[in-house]
T-cell receptor, first 116, second 114 residues
Framework: GNSVTQMEGPVTLSEEAFLTINCTYT??????LFWYVQYPGEGLQLLLK?????DKGSNKGFEATYRKETTSFHLEKGSVQVSDSAVYFC???????????????FGKGTKLSVIP | KAGVTQTPRYLIKTRGQQVTLSCSPI?????VSWYQQTPGQGLQFLFE???????NKGNFPGRFSGRQFSNSRSEMNVSTLELGDSALYLC?????????????FGNGTRLTVT
């Protein structure tokens, strides 16, 4: 089956520190990979995505590269801000061609707190 | 463009009762998915609908059901509620429901079963 493993939190960083959140996956087929972010009291928002090997997704200073050889999609940001405090979820999707359906498989989430 | 709207935001129910949650997707989106979020299990896929047809279902008991209407709006129903059903239920819509198209989530319905 499909699964996503991401580093356990919580992660606490000082403002302007470098962020890495590790994510590895197992999947049948060729997945698309995503990072979603959830702010308190809200649903999930797409942060970035990559759909094939060596693609780099980027948004708001965050980056992640689809590494097929290591089945990884680590999230990085060079300088975090207090406003980046949230829970980050790594996810994959695989389309089931027979039914044409797809679903996201999520990691457990990593809570990030950034302190001034 | 309005986002995904879920109603109600909060629900408190008693064990044994049933509940219906509603979701209005982004205009033009034909795929609607439902996820259950709990601290212990994280985000788990419930089901996905496309053009009024359930295309995929997660590993949940038959007490969990859903449907999609011709205007793409969706409802999910949980019957005979159990304490373990307390969770945040998230609805998400997608334009075409394919593997590389992102999901757009609503803010969820917080269900508490007492």
């Amino acid at each position: 089956g499909n699964s996503v493993t991401q580093m356990e939190g919580p992660v606490t960083l000082s403002e302007e520190a470098f962020l890495t959140i590790n994510c590895t996956y197992t999947a049948t087929g060729y997945p698309s990979l995503f990072w979603y972010v959830q702010y308190p009291g809200e649903g999930l928002q797409l942060l970035l995505k990559a759909t094939k090997a060596d693609d780099k997704g980027s948004n708001k200073g965050f980056e992640a590269t689809y590494r097929k050889e290591t089945t990884s999609f680590h999230l990085e940001k060079g300088s975090v801000q207090v406003s980046d405090s949230a829970v980050y979820f790594c996810a994959l999707s695989v389309t089931y061609s027979g039914a044409g359906s797809y679903q996201l498989t999520f990691g457990k989430g990593t809570k990030l707190s950034v302190i001034p | 463009k309005a986002g995904v709207t879920q109603t109600p935001r909060y629900l408190i129910k008693t064990r044994g009762q049933q509940v219906t949650l509603s979701c209005s997707p982004i205009s033009g989106h034909r795929s609607v998915s439902w996820y259950q979020q709990t601290p212990g299990q994280g985000l788990q896929f419930l089901f996905e609908y496309f053009s009024e047809t359930q295309r995929n279902k997660g590993n949940f008991p038959g007490r969990f059901s859903g449907r999609q209407f011709s205007n793409s709006r969706s409802e999910m129903n949980v019957s005979t509620l159990e304490l373990g059903d307390s969770a945040l239920y998230l609805c998400a819509s997608s334009l075409v429901g394919q593997g590389d198209s992102p999901l757009h989530f609503g803010n969820g319905t917080r269900l508490t079963v007492t």
